[in-house]
C-alpha cells in the first residue's frame, strides 16, 4: 500500500525472515510454558496452604475439645476435693478419679467393619437430621448434661469451619429455642435457668469464631485497662471508707480518730469519701461507654450463628409474646450476647486467652463492676434498691447508653435466612466426593448409644423412623469402657439411602432437608407468579398456590416451573408420610414459612456458580429470576 514501506522500522520487532519468525514462536512457546509453570507452582503454593488452613482448623476443634474436656473435669475435682475436706471422700478415691491428661491423645478403632459401619450410619443419622439430639436435649438429667454438651458441640458438630455442620447446628438449636419459649410460664422465666439449652448456648460462643471475634473486639479496651495497674474504681462506700482510714494511719503514722465499724449507709456520707468515689464514677461511665463503641463497631464481625440466635430470639418472643415490648426484647436478646458471651470473657479474661499479665484484686474488681454496667444494661434494668445503692449514680450510664444498645442488639438480628443457607448447602454436600468423618471417643459412642435406646419411643415417628432399625440391628449399647481404655476413633459417616437404587435427590436428605428444599420452592413459585395472581393472597392454600402455578407454567410453557410444582407435591407427600408436616391443614405451616423467606435470602444463590444453583429455572421475562 502506497506510504508503506515492507520493511521494518528501526526497534521494530516485525520481519519477514522465516528464520526470525521462528524464533519469536520459539520465544512466545517458552514465555507461555514460563506462566503455565508459574501458575503450577503458584497452584502447588495454595494448596499447601489450603491445607495447613485445614490442619489448623482441625487442631483448633480438637483444642476446643479438649479445652471443654478438661474444664469438665476440673469442676469435677473442685466437687470431690469439697467432699475430701468433708471428710465425705477419700484421698485415694480423689486420685482414681482423677484423668491422665496423656489419655485425651489415645487413639484406637473399632475392629468390627459391621460395628464401624452401623455406628457410621448413626452418627450420620444424628447429625444431619437434627429433632433427634434436639429432643435429648429436654430429656438428659443434670448429671447427663455435659457428656451431651461434649458429644453434641465437639464432636457430632465439632468441625467448627464447616458451613453444612455450622448450619445444622443452628437447626437443632431452633427447635430446642422452640420448645423453650413454648413451655415457659411467663417472659420472665425464658432463658433464665441452667439448662442444656442454655449451657450449648454459652458452650457455642467458646468455639473457634466466637473466640476469634472476642479477642478482635475486646482486646484494646482490656488492654488500656491493664496498662493502668494503679487504677481502683472500688465504689462501694463502705470498702472505699476502710481504704481512706488505712491510707491515713499509713501515711501519717498514727491511728485514724474515724469509727471503723460504721454501715455501708453512714460511710456513704462522709465527705472524703464522696470526693473519692464521684472520679470513679465518671471513669466507670468512660470506660463503660468504651466497651459498647466495641461492641456497636463489630457489628459485622459477629458471627453469624451467635447472630442467627439473636435473631431467632427476637422472632420467637414476637411470637409467644406478642405484647412484649422492645426493651423486654432487647433484654432477651442481650441475655445471650452481653451475659452469656461478652461478660464471661470481661471478668475472667485470661480464661479466653484476651490478657497475659496477671490481674491484680484491684483488676478483677474494676472488671467486675463493669459487668455489673454491661448486665444492668442488658437487662435494661436500673441500679437501686438496699443492697447495692451505692451503684445507683451509675444510672446515669444506662440512661446514656441503653437506647443506642438496643439498636445494636437489634442490628444483630438482622442476618439472612438459615433456611436458605441449608437449602444450598444440601446441593453442595450432595456433590461432595471426600469420606466425611468424626473424631469420637468410645464412651461418647456408647454414651450417646445408650441414651438412643432408653428414650427411643420419645425420638421417634413411627415404627418406619431410621432411627428403629439401627438401633435394632446395634442391640444394646455396651457399658461404658475403663479410662485408660477410652480410645478415641475416627468415624467415617455413612449415610445408607446412597446405597439405595433411586433417581431422586429426596431420597438422600432428611426430611428436615426436603422441607427446606419445599419452602424455597414454594417462595419462589409464588414470586414467579405475575403479581396480580390470586395466589399471591395470604389465604390461599399451598395446593390453591400449586393449581395456580400450574395453570400459569401451561400458559407460558414453563417445564421448569412445571418441575417444580411436581417437587413440591411430591416432597409434600413424603412429609406428611414420615410425620414432618400435616396435610389435614392443607400444609398451612409450610405456607407461612414460605412467605416467611425474605427476597434478600434469594441474593446468595443468585453468587452461586452455576454448578451449585437451585433446579429451578425461570425465564428472564419474569420478575424473579432463580439460575
Request: net charge neutral.
Amino acid at each position: 500500500m502506497e506510504g508503506h514501506s515492507s520493511s521494518p522500522r528501526p526497534g521494530n520487532t516485525y520481519s519477514d525472515d522465516p528464520k526470525r519468525l521462528h524464533s519469536m514462536t520459539y520465544s512466545l512457546q517458552s514465555l507461555f510454558k514460563m506462566i503455565n509453570q508459574q501458575d503450577s507452582a503458584k497452584g502447588d503454593e495454595l494448596a499447601l496452604m489450603q491445607k495447613q488452613t485445614l490442619d489448623l482448623k482441625k487442631a483448633i476443634s480438637h483444642t476446643s475439645k479438649k479445652n471443654f474436656t478438661l474444664e469438665r473435669d476440673i469442676r469435677n475435682l473442685d466437687k470431690k476435693i469439697a467432699l475430701l475436706i468433708r471428710n465425705k471422700l477419700s484421698v485415694e478415691e480423689v486420685v482414681s478419679n482423677s484423668n491422665d491428661l496423656s489419655l485425651l491423645n489415645k487413639t484406637g478403632v473399632l475392629k468390627s467393619k459391621r460395628e464401624r459401619d452401623l455406628y457410621g450410619e448413626l452418627c450420620w443419622l444424628l447429625q444431619t437430621d437434627t429433632r433427634y439430639i434436639a429432643a435429648l436435649a429436654r430429656l438428659v438429667t443434670t448429671a447427663q448434661m455435659d457428656n451431651l454438651l461434649q458429644t453434641v458441640m465437639f464432636t457430632l458438630y465439632g468441625n467448627q469451619y464447616d458451613d453444612f455442620e455450622e448450619h445444622l447446628l443452628l437447626s437443632m438449636f431452633r427447635s430446642v429455642l422452640d420448645v423453650e419459649f413454648s413451655n415457659a410460664a411467663g417472659l420472665g422465666s425464658v432463658l433464665r435457668s441452667n439448662t442444656t439449652l442454655t449451657r450449648m448456648m454459652t458452650t457455642y460462643t467458646r468455639r473457634g469464631p466466637g473466640q476469634a471475634y472476642l479477642k478482635n473486639t475486646l482486646t484494646n479496651v482490656l488492654t488500656n485497662l491493664f496498662e493502668k495497674e494503679d487504677l481502683v474504681l472500688e465504689i462501694n462506700p463502705l470498702k472505699v471508707y476502710l481504704e481512706y482510714i488505712n491510707d491515713y494511719e499509713i501515711q501519717h503514722g498514727v491511728k485514724s480518730t474515724l469509727n471503723r465499724k460504721v454501715t455501708a449507709e453512714e460511710a456513704a456520707q462522709n465527705e472524703e469519701v464522696k470526693k473519692i468515689i464521684a472520679p470513679r464514677i465518671a471513669k466507670l461511665d468512660e470506660i463503660a461507654g468504651q466497651f459498647i463503641d466495641a461492641f456497636i463497631k463489630s457489628t459485622e464481625n459477629v458471627p453469624y450463628g451467635i447472630r442467627w440466635i439473636c435473631r431467632q430470639i427476637r422472632e420467637l418472643c414476637r411470637e409467644k409474646f406478642p405484647d412484649a415490648t422492645r426493651e423486654q426484647t432487647c433484654s432477651l436478646i442481650g441475655g445471650f450476647y452481653l451475659l452469656r458471651f461478652i461478660n464471661p470473657a470481661i471478668v475472667t479474661p485470661q480464661s479466653f486467652m484476651l490478657g497475659e499479665v496477671k490481674l491484680s484484686t484491684n483488676a478483677r474488681r474494676n472488671l467486675t463492676l463493669l459487668a455489673k454496667i454491661l448486665q444492668n444494661l442488658a437487662n435494661n434494668v436500673k441500679f437501686g434498691g438496699v443492697k447495692e445503692f451505692f451503684m445507683a449514680p451509675l444510672n446515669i450510664c444506662i440512661d446514656k447508653n441503653k437506647d443506642r444498645l438496643n439498636t445494636f442488639l437489634e442490628e444483630l438480628t438482622l442476618v439472612e435466612n438459615l433456611e436458605q443457607n441449608l437449602t444450598l448447602d444440601k446441593y453442595v454436600a450432595l456433590s461432595k466426593t471426600e469420606e466425611n468423618s468424626i473424631n469420637i471417643s468410645l464412651n461418647e459412642l456408647y454414651f450417646i448409644h445408650d441414651l438412643l435406646v432408653v428414650h427411643l419411643n420419645e425420638l421417634i415417628r413411627g415404627m418406619q423412623d431410621p432411627l428403629v432399625d439401627l438401633l435394632k440391628q446395634l442391640g444394646d449399647a455396651p457399658p461404658q469402657v475403663p479410662r485408660k481404655d477410652n480410645a478415641n476413633i475416627d468415624l467415617v459417616l455413612h449415610d445408607r439411602s446412597k446405597d439405595a437404587d433411586t433417581d431422586t435427590a429426596s431420597n438422600k436428605l432428611t426430611p428436615e432437608q426436603i422441607y427446606a428444599e419445599t419452602k424455597f420452592l414454594l417462595f419462589t413459585i409464588i414470586k414467579a407468579l405475575p403479581s396480580d395472581n390470586s395466589a399471591l393472597s395470604s389465604k390461599q392454600t399451598v395446593e390453591e398456590t400449586l393449581n395456580s402455578a400450574k395453570k400459569y407454567a401451561q400458559q407460558i410453557n414453563n417445564k421448569a416451573l412445571m418441575d417444580s410444582v411436581s417437587r413440591i407435591q411430591r416432597n409434600c407427600t413424603e412429609l406428611v408420610e414420615v410425620g414432618y408436616l400435616k396435610g389435614d391443614d392443607n400444609y398451612a405451616q409450610l405456607r407461612k414459612d414460605a412467605v416467611q423467606v425474605t427476597s434478600a435470602d434469594l441474593s446468595l444463590s443468585l453468587s452461586l456458580p452455576l454448578s451449585l444453583s437451585l433446579p429451578l429455572s425461570i425465564p428472564r421475562n419474569m420478575h424473579t429470576c432463580v439460575y
